[in-house]
């Protein structure tokens, strides 16, 4: 019998920082109790606090628990993992085969009433446990690549014989390769230089849409999934890239100041793009749950790009003459997260009737102090979606 544990490295990594964790929280909790140090704390944020913190120490605890309980066991006729809440274990005849993802050794079952197993790769000695798998079953995401060969190889939309299926897969590789570099470069460009902007903007809008194109001209040959071994060549990252980086620029680059117009056409385009992607793509089956997941999780970052493309051509190429008005700094500050933005919270202005808090670049954020007045540019937007922009 072999008896595989979490490593001890993250083990001590994971007793440390989950017990300081434990220690920080309970602390806020008890504070929450201390009439003098939340007599002007209202009511929403005080039971806020105090779920946080139960919520938190109750994760760390059983985080404690997980850690120090769950092991992978390897027996004379099975294989099972034993965890905090659960314990799930694979007759050796019942195990399909395995696959091997960035986080987890997955253990597929051929008995449909039993779940796979999944072994975290923080788990010790994870060279041993898949060179043991691979002694005595398939890889199955090396077997599904030689059958999704087969089946390209086969099919008679990609050439007439093997040889010409053979040269438009060699030829969808290569495309796909190449989308992939423009998409990622377009991407990084959009989202840490952006210069010139408007070009940037421009190519993240209008690339993603020629990668659908390319993918339909490809009759499904080349595919939107980023899927492990696959013998089908993805653009994923052709597509994602600039529309990640156009969405992130939307959200961070304008002050929208109604969005009551934004939502429809953001919609409609994101259901276009999605409907010229599926229909009659053989690479959505919709026979499966999974598929209806993944098409969901597409269309979120597709909604993501629809957005970015209404507000970038709604403010770039407005046309508008701006009304100026005028507001005083309030205060300020920075939201330090996966991007650092920069905040002003504004007196009321123009249409603007309350107090309201705006986003603006580092360096008009580094040249204004409290008290400090701003002017207000106003326009309409070119699809009526009005937004303005401050400056000093």
């Not at 959200?251 to 276009?272: E, G, H, K």
């Amino acid at each position: 019998m072999r008896e595989y544990k979490i490593a001890k490295g993250w083990a001590i990594f994971m007793y440390v920082s989950a017990t300081l964790l434990i220690v920080l929280f309970s602390w806020a909790l008890m504070m929450s109790f201390i009439p003098s140090m939340n007599e002007d704390m209202n009511s929403t944020a005080y039971w806020f606090i105090i779920s946080i913190s139960l919520i938190m120490i109750a994760l760390m605890i059983v985080g404690i628990i997980e850690t120090k309980k769950s092991k992978l066991v390897i027996d004379k006729e099975q294989v099972f993992i034993v965890s905090t809440f659960s314990n799930r274990e694979l007759m050796f005849d019942e195990i399909m085969g395995y696959r091997i993802t960035d986080k987890y050794i997955i253990i597929e079952s051929n008995n449909e009433h039993k779940k796979q197993l999944k072994v975290s790769k923080y788990f010790e000695n994870t060279n041993e446990i898949v060179v043991w798998l691979s002694k005595n079953y398939s890889d199955l995401n090396v077997v599904e690549s030689k059958q999704e060969k087969e089946e390209i190889l086969n099919n008679e939309e990609f050439g007439w014989t093997i040889e010409q299926r053979e040269e438009q897969l060699i030829k969808a590789h290569k495309t796909a390769k190449y989308l992939n570099w423009i998409g990622g470069i377009i991407g990084a460009w959009t989202i840490f230089l952006a210069n010139p902007y408007e070009y940037a903007m421009t190519a993240s809008i209008i690339f993603p849409v020629i990668c659908v194109c390319i993918i339909r001209y490809f009759k499904g040959l080349i595919r939107t999934d980023d899927k492990k071994d696959s013998a089908y060549p993805t653009a994923f990252l052709a597509i994602f890239a600039p529309s990640m980086g156009l969405c992130i620029r939307a959200l961070l680059d304008y002050n929208i100041f109604d969005y009551s117009n934004v939502w429809i056409p953001t919609i409609l385009i994101a259901l276009a793009y999605i409907a010229i992607l599926t229909i009659g793509n053989k690479e959505f089956k919709f026979n499966k749950v999974k598929d209806y997941l993944r098409l969901l999780g597409f269309s979120i970052f597709l909604f993501g790009y629809s957005y970015g493309a209404v507000i970038a051509l709604n403010c770039i190429y407005d046309q508008s003459v701006p009304e100026n008005f005028n507001a005083t700094v309030l205060s300020k500050r920075i939201n330090s997260g996966k991007a650092t933005t920069y905040h002003l919270e504004l007196t009321s202005w123009g249409y603007q009737k309350e107090i309201n808090e705006v986003t603006v670049p580092e360096e008009l954020y580094n040249q204004l102090g409290k008290n400090d007045n701003v002017n207000i540019y106003f326009m309409k937007g070119r699809f009526d979606i009005p937004w303005f922009i401050v400056s000093e």
